[in-house]
C-alpha cells in the first residue's frame, strides 16, 4: 500500500504568501481535512507533516499565532512574515501542548538567529479556553542550535539562565511569558486577553530599579446577526505595549523577522484602541471596518528594529515625543468560484498615508486522493 493512501497521514499546503486571513488558511488547510494537497501559484508558505489522531510532527515555512483572540496577539503573530521551523503538537482531553522551533534570518555578521516556543492550553470545550505560553529567541556568531532548546519537555528559563552563567553564554536569549483567555460570557459575547511579561526581574535587590517589560491585549465582540445566509459582529479592541517590550541589551535578540515585529504588527510602545465591524456572507463575500487612535513612543520598536533597549527602568509610557494618529481599516474579499476570489485592503491614518493592496488568489492544483 502507498503511504500517500493513508488517510490523515501526510498532507502539505502552500497558501498566498500576501494573504493573512486565518478563515482563508482553514478554507485551504489541510490539517482538518482528509489527506490531500493543495498548490497556489506567487507564494512562499508551505508545510508537510504526519498527522494522527491526538499528534502531529510537521514542518513549515510559514507563520504561527498564539494567544487569544482575533489578530491581537503580542508575542508570536500571524502577520509576521514567515519563517522555516518545526512544530510538535498534541490534543488529549481537554489539554492541548504545542512547541516549534524555527530559524530566522541570518544577518550579514554572520549572527544565527533561531526561535523556540512552547505553550499549553485547557478548555472546557463549551465557552472558556485558557492558556500559558513561553517564547525565546536566542542568536550569535556562527552559532547552532541549541539543544537544550530543542527539549519540548524544558523549561527554557532554566535554559536561559545556565546560558548566562556558562562559557556559551552572555546574555544572549531574550524570553517572554505570555497567559491567554478566551471566554464566551454569554452565547453572542467574547471576551479575550492576553498578558505577555518580558525580561522577568528575578531579584530585584540586584536589579535595582530595573523593571520588566509588559504588554496587554483585549478584544470584547458581540454578535449582532447571525443565520444562514448572513453573520455580523462588532468588536472593541484595547492594546498596550510597554517600551521596553519585545527588545533585549543584544538587538538580535529583539522580536522582529526582517526588519518588522515578529508578535503584533504595530510594535511596541504603543497605546491602542479601536472599534469595529465584520460581516460574512457565507456564500461569496467578507467585509470589515475598524477607527480607532493610537498614541506611539519615541522607542517604538518599528522605528529601529534592531536596537538594544536604552534601560528598563520605569518611565512615562509612551515614552519621550509621541505621536497621535487616528486611523481607519478596511476589508473586503469576494469568492468568483471556489478556487479563485479578490480582495482589497485600505489603511488610512491622519488623512494623509494611504495604503491600498488589491489582488486575487486562485488554487491551480487540488487533488483529494494522491495515489
Not at 519563517?83 to 534570518?105: D, P, Q
Request: proline share 2%.
Amino acid at each position: 500500500m502507498s503511504f500517500f493512501n493513508k488517510k490523515n497521514i501526510i498532507s502539505g499546503y502552500k497558501y498566498l504568501s500576501v494573504y493573512n486571513s486565518q478563515n482563508f488558511k482553514d478554507q485551504i488547510s489541510l490539517h482538518n481535512t482528509d489527506s490531500h494537497f493543495s498548490l497556489l501559484k506567487n507564494t512562499n508558505l508551505s508545510s508537510v507533516g504526519f498527522y494522527k489522531d491526538w499528534v502531529s510532527m510537521s514542518l513549515h515555512r510559514g507563520t504561527e499565532s498564539w494567544g487569544a483572540g482575533e489578530n491581537i496577539q503580542l508575542g508570536i503573530n500571524q502577520n509576521s512574515d514567515p519563517y522555516n521551523y518545526i512544530s510538535l503538537a498534541s490534543n488529549y482531553g481537554n489539554l492541548r501542548v504545542r512547541y516549534i522551533h524555527g530559524f530566522l534570518e541570518r544577518s550579514d555578521e554572520n549572527i544565527n538567529r533561531y526561535l523556540t516556543a512552547k505553550g499549553i492550553e485547557w478548555t472546557n470545550k463549551k465557552s472558556l479556553v485558557i492558556g500559558f505560553s513561553e517564547s525565546i529567541i536566542y542568536s550569535g556568531y556562527n552559532r547552532s542550535f541549541e539543544i537544550g532548546y530543542l527539549n519540548p519537555l524544558s523549561f527554557h528559563l532554566e535554559t536561559e539562565l545556565n546560558n548566562r552563567l556558562n562559557i556559551t553564554g552572555n546574555n544572549n536569549s531574550n524570553a517572554i511569558w505570555q497567559f491567554h483567555l478566551d471566554l464566551f460570557i454569554i452565547k453572542k459575547l467574547r471576551f479575550s486577553l492576553n498578558y505577555l511579561i518580558d525580561e522577568f526581574v528575578l531579584d530585584r535587590d540586584i536589579e535595582i530599579g530595573k523593571e520588566h517589560g509588559s504588554a496587554l491585549s483585549m478584544r470584547i465582540s458581540t454578535v449582532l446577526i447571525k443565520n444562514e445566509k448572513l453573520s455580523q459582529n462588532i468588536y472593541l479592541k484595547i492594546i498596550k505595549v510597554g517600551t521596553p517590550t519585545f527588545r533585549h541589551s543584544n538587538g538580535q535578540n529583539n522580536f522582529v523577522l526582517n526588519m518588522s515585529p515578529l508578535g503584533w504588527s504595530e510594535g511596541s510602545d504603543i497605546d491602542y484602541i479601536s472599534v469595529g465591524s465584520n460581516i460574512l456572507n457565507f456564500k461569496n463575500f467578507m467585509f470589515g471596518i475598524e477607527i480607532g487612535g493610537k498614541e506611539i513612543g519615541s522607542e517604538s520598536i518599528l522605528k529601529r528594529p534592531y536596537d538594544p533597549y536604552k534601560d528598563y527602568k520605569k518611565g512615562s509610557f509612551p515614552s519621550g515625543n509621541t505621536e497621535k494618529n487616528n486611523f481607519l481599516k478596511s476589508y473586503f474579499e469576494c469568492s468568483i468560484n471556489s478556487l479563485t476570489s479578490i480582495y482589497m485592503n485600505v489603511n488610512i491614518e491622519n488623512k494623509l498615508d494611504q495604503e491600498i493592496q488589491i489582488g486575487f488568489s486562485r488554487i491551480i492544483f487540488n487533488k483529494k486522493d494522491l495515489d
